[in-house]
């Protein structure tokens, strides 16, 4: 069972950028598609990006599609996602999540997801 651990949250002014980081630990990293996911107050939590095993495909929300970008070092067991012109509408709780099953792609719904990280709160504010 794998045991994912993000950092890099904070606050940050519109326009801003901030780059997330997810540990992950107790599995093989390379098996497993990671995403993001993140939960605003009182809204339900939402896809953001995700990336396959390999890092060769990703996929993301069209509300940050040109300014996130999702990466990983399989080496290093780390998945990153990279936030540029931030924007308030971004603040939220973002979560790392690892796949439950043997993708080839990059997995976009919540229930194609078996692990999920803590989460880290990044604020953006205008």
């Known amino acids: 069972q794998v045991q994912l651990v993000e950092s890099g949250g904070g606050s940050v002014q519109a326009g801003g950028s901030l780059r997330l980081s997810c540990a992950a630990s107790g599995g093989t990293f390379s098996t497993y598609a990671m995403g993001w996911f993140r939960q605003a107050p009182g809204k339900e939590r939402e896809f953001v990006a995700s990336?396959?095993?390999?890092?060769?495909?990703?996929y993301y929300a069209d509300s940050v599609k040109g300014r996130f970008t999702v990466s990983r070092d399989n080496a290093k067991a780390t998945v990153y996602l990279q936030m540029n012109v931030l924007k308030s509408e971004d603040t939220a709780v973002y979560y790392c999540?690892?796949?439950?099953?043997?993708?080839?792609?990059?997995?976009?719904?919540?229930?194609?997801?078996?692990?999920w990280g803590q989460g880290t709160q990044v604020t953006v504010s205008s």
């Open positions: 990336i396959s095993r390999s890092g060769g495909s990703t």
């Open positions: 999540a690892a796949s439950g099953a043997l993708y080839s792609r990059a997995p976009y719904r919540a229930n194609e997801y078996a692990y």
